[in-house]
Nanobody, 123 residues
Framework: QVQLVESGGGSVQAGGSLRLSCAASGYTVSVRCMGWFRQAPGKEREGVAAIYTIGGNTYYTDSVKGRFAISQETRHTLYLQMNSLKPEDTAMYYC?????????????????WGQGTQVTVAS
């Protein structure tokens, strides 16, 4: 089992920045891919960014390319640096981990999830 705990959410003005963190514990040696997802009220949960723990390949949804950056310090800590934030980035952000080969932004890929951290961007 892998446990994930997010932190770093908050409220910012449009154009501002936030850095989200995800602390992983448990059987982290099994993790092959980690990602960030978000869900706004009334919308589906969407993949934002992902990183393959072997090799470091990264994946981003088009709406955040050039503004967000995913990174991993170790198997235990995942980050999402969010710059030039927009009101449409407002959502609950979730950290996710996958213990199988392969990586991407499909929700069904992931078998571990955190509880989420709220990001609110005011216009």
């Amino acid at each position: 089992q892998v446990q994930l705990v997010e932190s770093g959410g908050g409220s910012v003005q449009a154009g501002g920045s936030l850095r989200l963190s995800c602390a992983a514990s448990g059987y982290t040696v099994s993790v092959r891919c980690m990602g960030w997802f978000r869900q706004a009220p009334g919308k589906e949960r969407e993949g934002v960014a992902a990183i393959y723990t072997i090799g470091g390949n990264t994946y981003y949804t088009d709406s955040v390319k050039g503004r967000f950056a995913i990174s991993q310090e170790t198997r235990h800590t995942l980050y999402l640096q969010m710059n030039s934030l927009k009101p449409e980035d407002t959502a609950m952000y979730y950290c996710a981990a996958r213990s199988f080969v392969g990586c991407g932004l499909y929700r069904s890929f992931y078998n571990y999830w955190g509880q989420g951290t709220q990001v609110t961007v005011a216009s």
